[in-house]
C-alpha cells in the first residue's frame, strides 16, 4: 500500500516557477516508478513526467527543458521542478506511483499507475 500527498501548488506569474512535493509512505517507495500527472478543465488527465527506479527520467514534449522531476528515496519524496511556466500549465497535478515496477521502464500511461494522491492547483497567470 503506497499513501501520496502533493504539495507545493499555487498561483504563480507566467515565466515563474514552482516546485512540487510528492511525499510518499510505504516501504515500496524505493521500488516504485513514480510519475507526474495534471488535468486541465474541461481536459483529460494527461502525462506530464516519470522517473524510474534506475533514476532514467521522461516527460511529455510540452514541458521537455522547462520541468526537472527528481526523487530522494532516504526521504520517500519526489520532486517536479517547474520552470518557465506558461498559462497553459494550469492543471491539478497529480503524483502517481507503481510499486514493485520494472527498473528500467518508463510509464507513460496513467492505467498503469496504482496509486494516486489526491492532487495540487497549479494555476499560472498571463
Known amino acids: 500500500q503506497v499513501q501520496l500527498v502533493e504539495s507545493g501548488g499555487g498561483l504563480v506569474q507566467a515565466g515563474g516557477s514552482l516546485r512540487l512535493s510528492c511525499a510518499a509512505s510505504g516501504r515500496t517507495f524505493s521500488r516504485s516508478a513514480v510519475g507526474w500527472f495534471r488535468q486541465a478543465p474541461g481536459k483529460e488527465r494527461e502525462f506530464v513526467s516519470t522517473i524510474a527506479r534506475s533514476g532514467n527520467t521522461y516527460y511529455a514534449d510540452s514541458v521537455k527543458g522547462r520541468f526537472t522531476v527528481s526523487r530522494d528515496n532516504a526521504k520517500n519524496m519526489v520532486y517536479l521542478q517547474m520552470n518557465s511556466l506558461k498559462p497553459e500549465d494550469t492543471a491539478v497535478y497529480y503524483c502517481?506511483?507503481?510499486?514493485?515496477?520494472?527498473?528500467?521502464?518508463?510509464?507513460?500511461?496513467?492505467?498503469?499507475?496504482?496509486?494516486w494522491g489526491q492532487g495540487t492547483q497549479v494555476t499560472v497567470s498571463s
Open positions: 502517481a506511483a507503481i510499486p514493485n515496477a520494472d527498473y528500467y521502464s518508463p510509464y507513460r500511461d496513467r492505467q498503469s499507475y496504482d496509486y
